[in-house]
């Protein structure tokens, strides 16, 4: 079979998948908050657009303006990628609010979530699609905690009618009893990373789990990481990568108007 594989934009991580996710699969990277879900979007996102991919990012929980500050924060820059149109930030806070006749009553439905993510894809023949966090998107009527069938259902249209290889995040409370994130890992993503922060005498330590892989053989276990100014994450126990994490080179901007000035 012939596969290829793309790199995660993570130092260490794609020697242990060796090569990186596969394309056209779906990833999900899961953890509590502050854990660096939105880092690893990050590093997947710049790491692409450096081999000259084109992507969508789907940003529901920061607004647009934030991503490209946390990437300015790693000397990250987004803005020429959105001006050279190989880059669209797409806010989706609106599929939210409360006037928005798509998010009300029957839930968020995800067959227009799909037409509307379709249509920026092709528009710009995007190869990623990066969702960060997904959870929202899955919400039902109730809209209290998320669906697997609204899960399914999502991931399996972007899926079938995206051509593209995608990162989702979901939030996973630490003290959650349900190990899970909403049926996306059990059956539809082809791989999904744990990433935990935990308080050691005083101290944090990070780790992430590759909790499943398919089609990659990894040893089951915790990595180390750690976030690193200018190279996001970085695995701490594993052979010294040539891959580069994340792009020390570019600024940062998206999709959202360019009405206000980012300075
Ligand atoms: N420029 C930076 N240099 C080093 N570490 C940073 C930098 N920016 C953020 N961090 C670390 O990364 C953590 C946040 O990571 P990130 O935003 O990816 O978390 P997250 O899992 O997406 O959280 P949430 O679920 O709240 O969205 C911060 O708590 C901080 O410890
Ligand atoms: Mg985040």
Redesign the pocket.
Known sequence: MDLQRISTGIAGLDILLQGGYLRGRTYLVT??????????SLQFLLSGLKRGEKAVYVTV??RPGEILE?AA??SWDLQPHIQEKSLVILDASPYFGARSASATEKGIDPQKIVADLGNYARRLSATLLII??ITPLILPNDATSPSQDQARSLVQLIQTQLNTTNLF?A?LPKMTAQSTAHGIEQYLASGVLV?KSDQIDGKFNRTMTIKKMRGTPVEPGDFPFA???NDGIVLTNCPAGEVSPGDRQAPMFEFFRPSKKQS
């Open positions: 953890g509590d908050t502050g854990t660096g879900k939105t880092i690893a929980d920061e946390s924060s790693f960060d966090p995040t939030h990433l976030i690193l100014a």
